[in-house]
Structure formats: structure tokens, C-alpha cells
């Protein structure tokens, strides 16, 4: 019978691993030296006081092989697995956050092996910063979250709350109080939060920002992220006059929209208090009780931020969308922006208000063909659009650089002669400044088609500037189209070997891949940090 933690996690892998280990020292340590251990990890002095109590015991737990283990080879293997749930970054060494439901997640597998390992791993305090609180079917107990926040002693927490990863489908009516219980013992110890990470089913579980963190500081908080799956609706909260909650440090804000109109819409708005605040998410309004929100005021709160650059919108229903001529004085810059799933005219309107010009723009799953603005990156992706959307609205006027495109089955032959036609005088090209070109899951054009649109928009190039390598041409500017040096492909078109040397023979970077291009569909604000575009 394979030993679980509580979480649900089978950890006979990492027993057969620590048993390697210690069967490769062929060692018993008989003595503890504390001076041979990394000065990263100190444990508390009292482990030794422990091992030597229970010294004479170990005779008779050699039949336990587990049990047996000298305590200085688990500190040293314990140490090992911390550090391989770390990663560096530009600013320091930080837990990986990506994937908090990961088979051998420490500390939490090794501590539900027996007794003595959870014992000597709560004496270490780093061990426990990454704090992972469960709300699902296998929920954490109480007494267990206790538990990880006193073992953390003093130091600076990221804390997760989430659910397993295959148990977001189906009903569970007691997620809401199992989140309230993390979240009361979270916010006790809120003043040494670096990160809190929400991810749960229902937005009604969702903590509320305007009443749960009222009056709280968070000086060392970075980053605060309130996510949800379903909108299930809420109740409206009622108003809090002098609102406050101080977290001067703050970067990186996800919140699900009814939080966001709760404290950053109208006079009371939080976000003109952040001024480190660089990336700022909005998700989850579908519940359709209820009209939809204002997408003015939405515009107008995030416009009054003074320091963003990254912004993501994301499933959202907005009330009635007013008419496009309409004045409004709303002018965002941003670096770069991520919409996706919003409604044609919403889509519209927000490219209309971001002035600046993004360095990069993804959309996915959006109503592209109503658009009447036209898009101003440098580099601009889509996802998941559907064969009855019409790329060429958004694009033909585009000037930027970068072209990517993601199971779109919109990109067809179509698109390719509009590229192609440059008009009486080939001085009219739609998205006459493309010059990089990728492709992920997009059958329906002709590889002989795309070579021809490349063949002729290089040659054009080439009468108004003459260069020798590709890379010459990065920054340039080309009075009536650029040419395209780079194509990449994956899950393509069948390419004949005589167009792929063509290819490989005239562009500066070149890759084609018929295999389809499988890739787990994951949030774009699940990174760590930053929301980019691309």
C-alpha cells in the first residue's frame, strides 16, 4: 500500500528516490554535524536534541527502512527538494507558483510519510514560506493550515488556495465556507504575504476585498490574484465610505470583476493608490440575472492608474455599449494587452481608448468582424477565432511587425491574396509592415499560395532598399511593403520538399512542423507575474 499525504498525492516515487539515495551512501551517521549544512536552511537546534533522544531506538527501526533514515541524510534530501521547487529570477530565488498541484509537492508529500519526517521538516521555517491551502474534495484541514503558518515562524509567505486540477468540473456547495476558513487564518498573517494566489470554482466563493482586507497592510505583498471559473453571481456588497487597504509594494493585480468594481470604480478607486502596479487583470462577469457592467467606468478606473503597462480583460458582459461616435476623454497607454472572449462592439471600444501603441495585442475567441478600429502593435496574436471572422477588418490598415495566428480557421487563401494585392500600383498592401509570420494549428491556406505572397513581397522590397541578410532589415522601415523574413509553422500544411528548400533558401529564419501542435489551454494570467500579449 503505496503511503498519500492528505492531499491526495501518491509519494511512493519519492520514497523509491530517498531510498536510492541512502542506499548509494551505504552510510549510517552515527554523529550530527550542524556545521554541514547549508546556511540557506537552518534547522531548529532542537532536531539534534531529537535525534539523539531517540538514538537507541534505531536498532529496531532499521526493519522500517523509512522511519530509519539519519536525520542529518534527511535534511540534506529535504534541502534537495526545496531547492528544486525554486527557481531564479531577475529579482531573487522564488517558489514555483505555475503548477501548486504538482504529484511530490513539498513539503507536503514528504511531511505525510510518518511522524519523524514531519517532525524534522516543521523545524525548518523556509520549508514552509509556499503556504498551499486545498478547497476541493481532498480540502486542508483547519488544524493542518494552522500548522504550515506557525512553521513558517517569521518569514515572508506565498500563499495558494486552490483546487486540484480535475476538480473544477461538477458542483460543490461547501467551497464557499471552505475558503472563508483559509481565508480568516490568510489574513491573520496577510503582513507577511509576498504573493496570495486565489483559484477557485465560483466567484461567490471568492474572498470580498472591500470587507475581508478593509484596514489591513500588506507591506511586502507583490503580487494578489482573485480567480474563478464560473460566475455565479454574488451579493452586492455594501459600500465602505473610507475604505483602505495599504499595499504600497503591489505589481500584480487579478481580480475578478465584481471585486474590481467593489474598489476600483469611482471616486473610492484603489488603483490610483498602487503606484507600483504594473500588470492588472479583469475576468469573470457572465452571470446573466444580472445586467452587464459599465465598460466606461471600467475604462475610466484603469485609466487613473499611474504606473500600468500590462492589462488583461477577459470574459466579461458589458451593459449596453454606447455608440462609437461618442466623446470620451479616455486615453490608456499600455505596453502590451490580452482581450479575450468579449463581444465585437467591446473589443472595438477598448482598441479605440488604449492611444499608445502596445507593444504586443493577443486576442482570443473575440468577434474580430465588427471591429471599426484598426490595430497598432507591433506585434499582434490570435486565438481560437472562427472561420466566420474576417481578419482583414482589424489588419488591413495594421502596420506592425509581428504576425501571430493560433487555431484560427480564419486564416485561409483569402487573407493570403489580400496580402498579395497591393492594388493598381502595389503602393495598397493590408499589413504592409509584416515581416515575421507564425503559424500554430492552421490548415485551410496553400503552402504554394503563401510562398507566392512571400515571393512578391520581397521582390518589392528589394526595388526600394537592397540588403544582403535578413537581419539587416529588422528595424527598417520600407516605404510600400516590407519583406517577410521569418515563417514558422507548426501543425501545418503538407510541404512539398521543393517549397521547403525555397523557403530554408530565401528567408532569414524558417520552420515548418506538419505535426499538430498540442498545447494545454492555460489562462494567460496564470503566469507568475507579468501578462504579456504574445
Known sequence: MPYRWHHGTNIQPLIIWIAAIAAMTNQVFLQ??????????????????????TQASWAAATRNFIGALPIELLLAIFTHLYRSSRRLTQTGEIWRLDDPNLSSLFPYAPAAVCSMWRLVLS????????????VDSQHTRSQDVRHYFEWSRNLHLDVIITRHRDEFEGHDKREKSKVVKATRELIRHIGRCRSIHFDVMYSSSLPSILHDFHQKT??????????????????????????????????????????????CVDRNNWLRRLHSLSSLSVSRYRHFSDKGIDLYKLL?????????????????????????????????????????????????EIIGYVDSAPETTRISRCAITTCHHSLISNGIAFHD???DQDLMVPLANWRGRTLSLVSCACFHDDFLRDMIDGGPHDQSFACKGVKELYLVNCTKFS??????????????????????????TLDWTFPNVAPITLISVDGGPALSKEDREWFDKNLGSFHWDERKWFYPFKDSGDSDHDIYGG
Not at 536552511?41 to 532542537?46: L, Q, V
Not at 503552402?447 to 539587416?472: C, G, H, N, Y
Open 300 to 348: 475610466r478606473a484603469i485609466e487613473e492608474s499611474p504606473t500600468l503597462a500590462y492589462l488583461e480583460l477577459k470574459d466579461l458582459r458589458f451593459s449596453r455599449v454606447r455608440p462609437w461616435t461618442t466623446v470620451n476623454d479616455i486615453s490608456i497607454e499600455l505596453i502590451s494587452m490580452n482581450l479575450e472572449d468579449l463581444s465585437g462592439e467591446a473589443l472595438s
Open 123 to 134: 523545524r525548518v521555517p523556509e520549508f514552509w514560506t509556499r503556504v498551499v491551502i486545498r
Open 385 to 387: 477565432l472562427s472561420a
Open 218 to 263: 500588506a507591506p511586502h505583498l507583490h503580487t494578489l490574484k482573485l480567480k474563478c471559473q464560473v460566475d455565479d453571481g454574488g451579493i452586492p456588497h455594501r459600500k465602505i465610505v473610507h475604505w483602505s487597504f495599504h499595499a504600497p509594494g503591489l505589481c500584480h493585480l487579478y481580480l475578478d470583476a465584481r471585486n474590481f468594481f467593489d474598489v
Open 447 to 472: 503552402p504554394r499560395l503563401l510562398k507566392t505572397m512571400v515571393l512578391k513581397r520581397r521582390k518589392l522590397a528589394r526595388r526600394s532598399i537592397f540588403w544582403r541578410r535578413d537581419q539587416e
Open 32 to 53: 550530527v554535524n550542524p556545521s554541514s549544512l547549508s546556511e540557506d536552511c537552518c534547522p531548529d537546534e532542537t532536531l539534534f536534541d531529537i535525534y539523539h533522544s
